[in-house]
Nanobody, 119 residues
Framework: QVQLVESGGGLVQAGGSLKLSCAVS????????MGWYRQTPGKERELVAD???????TYADSAKGRFTISRDNAKNTVYLQMNNLKPEDTAVYYC?????????????WGQGTQVTVSS
């Protein structure tokens, strides 16, 4: 059974940093696309960053230059380093694993971790 557990969220002042972690069990992350998403009340979940099997990273415009996604295959963990945080980064952050199956891609999600940035 695939499980994703996020950690590292919290309260931080604007300009500060946080590092989110997503520990995966039940599969190995090296063969799956991994991503970080975020959601605020009343809005759809949006992509923050994702990283391919070949470790190619893509970022939302709002994250470029401030956030870095990385993966540690030995620890089966994906990270999101967030620097120069802004109040508008406040959201619940979710980790996603995209698993390729014979029937097509299947998404697994973590339970989310709250990030709150105060002004």
């Amino acid at each position: 059974q695939v499980q994703l557990v996020e950690s590292g969220g919290g309260l931080v002042q604007a300009g500060g940093s946080l590092k989110l972690s997503c520990a995966v069990s039940g599969t190995i992350i090296s063969i799956n696309v991994m991503g970080w998403y975020r959601q605020t009340p009343g809005k759809e979940r949006e992509l923050v960053a994702d990283i391919s099997v070949g470790s190619r990273a893509t970022y939302a415009d709002s994250a470029k230059g401030r956030f870095t996604i990385s993966r540690d295959n030995a620890k089966n963990t994906v990270y999101l380093q967030m620097n120069n945080l802004k109040p508008e980064d406040t959201a619940v952050y979710y980790c996603k694993l995209v698993r390729t199956t014979p029937r097509g891609p299947y998404d697994y999600w973590g339970q989310g971790t709250q990030v709150t940035v105060s002004s």
